[in-house]
């Protein structure tokens, strides 16, 4: 089944010049873009998107990481793309993220972990709204699709 989920290229992949090679990843994979674009968290928007964790005793730290540069957002379609886009993505903690996710490949801290992904149907409808008005959001086909979805 076609999805969409959303992702975030936190301030340390920016910071690091690993937007390229991270949406490279999704793009080679065979998932869409279908929205992209850079912008700051300001600390309203972290805190309603963090908000599952705002008892944690992490909270504050996440809060000042995610608003402290700029990020990149993008909206990634594709069949089944919350799961296709977790396992690329790898574990959230690097100790146990595989080799060849996105985290084991380039993550050595829990809290700057390179990126997030929405981990349900339901939190990737509410993240992709959260971060993309509908007009920023692009339906279009791919000419090559029809030789990796059939
Ligand atoms: P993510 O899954 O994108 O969203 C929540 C983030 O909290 C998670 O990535 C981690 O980067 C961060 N975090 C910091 N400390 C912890 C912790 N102890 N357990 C889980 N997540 C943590």
């Known amino acids: 089944m076609a999805q969409r989920t959303l ?8 910071q690091r010049g690993l ?5 490279g990843r999704f793009e080679r994979r ?16 972290a805190e309603v998107h ?4 705002k008892e944690r005793p992490f909270f504050a730290d996440l809060i000042t990481f995610i608003t402290a540069a ?4 993008a909206v990634i379609e594709g069949p089944e793309a919350i ?5 690329l993505v790898g574990a959230t903690r690097f100790t146990e993220a595989a080799p060849g996710s996105i985290r084991g490949d380039f993550a050595l801290d829990l809290t700057m972990n390179l990126i997030h992904a929405s981990d349900a149907p ?5 993240e992709v ?18 030789w990796v979805t059939g």
């Open 7 to 14: 992702i975030i290229i936190k301030p340390d992949g920016v």
């Open 19 to 23: 937007v390229g090679e991270i949406l």
């Open 30 to 45: 065979g998932l869409k873009l279908v929205g992209l674009k850079l912008m700051s968290v300001d600390r309203s928007l």
């Open 50 to 53: 963090y908000a599952v964790h």
């Open 70 to 73: 700029p990020v990149v957002c």
């Open 83 to 87: 799961a296709v886009v977790r396992n």
């Open 122 to 126: 339901e939190t990737a409808e509410q």
């Open 129 to 146: 709204s959260l971060f993309f008005a509908p007009d920023e959001i692009v339906d279009y086909a791919r000419e090559g699709d029809r």
